[in-house]
């Protein structure tokens, strides 16, 4: 497995991460712990060295899961985890609540930290912008933490680029972490010239489409009630039909390459930019090398010419968030 550098940070990853939350949370029912800890070993024996989690996957589950994964390699591997949510008392405890106020970030990491079994976090995102609490403020917390030794990078995730800025200015981001796929280009008009401007990584999660980019989803695709694509409007049925058209282009070009359209997916999004490192998540093995292999597929400029132009040729049908997560995205 190849390596990249975060931006300027000089964080080095794998060039493909693994994203941690579905082993716990939001896709279907959770993986038993031996199964999930069992899967991330075998991340790290295939060459990955990144791995993503969070405080609310689960919430806490995911990150206990990770923690035991990782101990006895932690010297060869970067943790990513997230602060910003909490309990929402005024609709029944779900972590719906934004907070990101520096008392409260400094003992969501002391949790997570234990949780980790670990004294440093590599990489600490803030989840989602809280605009009850200055982004100045929340990047100095981290900074803090930076100075006590307890994280090593800061990170922000779904942040619109004038909060980019403002934070970077207080402590450098070393990445950001936002939906980037085929199926989701906005970033590339709102918030890449930034980071490329200003030296930070970028880091896509659903680099699948929240797996419709694999091609095993179709309109007849039952989600399970535990599964959170079951309320995203973009998959709803008759949305999942109109946007075949993307899932017909890349297989396409994934059979010109004798490659799954999952590969050329994931190879797409490393030819954008070399400080792209996404992070697929899945639960079985057979997927995660599949996956992997998209690292190794190597798209000529033609190629990825030709993805460009034919894939914003097609409009994409539904939201990619139901009404109450996208009021908690930073524009």
Same mark, same amino acid.
């Not at 949370?25 to 959770?30: E, H, I, N, S």
């Not at 993503?52 to 689960?58: L, N, P, R, S």
């Not at 806490?60 to 985890?81: H, K, S, W």
């Not at 490393?270 to 998209?294: C, D, F, H, M, Y």
């Given at each position: ?54 405080? =609310? ?33 005024? +609709? ?7 907070? /990101? ?28 912008? +809280? ?41 450098? =981001? ?70 075949? /058209? ?55 400029? +033609? ?29």
């Amino acid at each position: 497995m190849q390596k990249r550098t975060l931006g300027k940070s000089g964080l080095e990853v794998s060039t493909l991460g693994l994203g941690c939350m579905g082993l716990s949370f939001g896709l279907g029912p959770a993986t038993e712990k031996p199964e999930a800890i069992k899967l991330i070993r075998a991340a790290i024996e295939r060459g990955v060295t990144f791995y993503d989690t969070a405080e =609310v996957y689960g919430p806490y589950v995911n990150e206990e899961v990770v923690g035991e994964a990782l101990a006895p390699f932690r010297q060869d591997v970067v943790i990513a985890t997230k602060f910003g949510f909490e309990a929402n008392p005024n +609709d029944g405890g779900r972590w719906n609540a934004l907070n /990101s106020k520096p008392d409260h970030i400094k003992q969501v990491v002391e949790a997570s930290l234990k949780r980790l079994q670990t004294d440093t976090i590599d990489l600490l995102y803030q989840h989602r912008v +809280d605009l009850n609490t200055p982004i100045e403020e929340t990047a100095g917390a981290v900074k803090d933490l930076i100075q006590a030794g307890k994280v090593k990078h800061f990170g922000l995730s779904e942040a619109g680029a004038k909060t980019i800025r403002r934070a970077h200015a207080v402590q450098p =981001v070393t990445a950001l972490q936002s939906e980037y796929s085929l199926f989701w280009r906005e970033p590339e008009e709102s918030v890449m010239p930034t980071l490329e401007e200003l030296g930070i990584g970028f880091v896509p999660f659903s680099p699948l489409g929240k797996g419709f980019l694999t091609g095993k989803i179709d309109a007849s695709t039952k989600f399970d009630s535990t599964d959170f694509r079951a309320i995203v409007p973009r998959f709803t049925e008759e949305n999942r039909r109109t946007n075949q /058209s993307i899932i017909d282009l890349v297989t396409k070009f994934a059979e010109q390459k004798k490659a799954t359209p999952a590969q050329v997916a994931l190879a797409w999004l490393l030819a954008q930019k070399p400080w792209i490192v996404p992070i697929p998540g899945t639960t079985k093995v057979s997927r995660l090398e599949e996956n992997l292999g998209g690292a190794a597929l190597e798209l000529t400029a +033609d190629d990825v010419r030709a993805l460009n132009e034919a894939s914003s040729a097609i409009k994409i049908a539904g939201e990619r968030y139901p009404e109450t997560h996208r009021k908690l995205i930073d524009r």
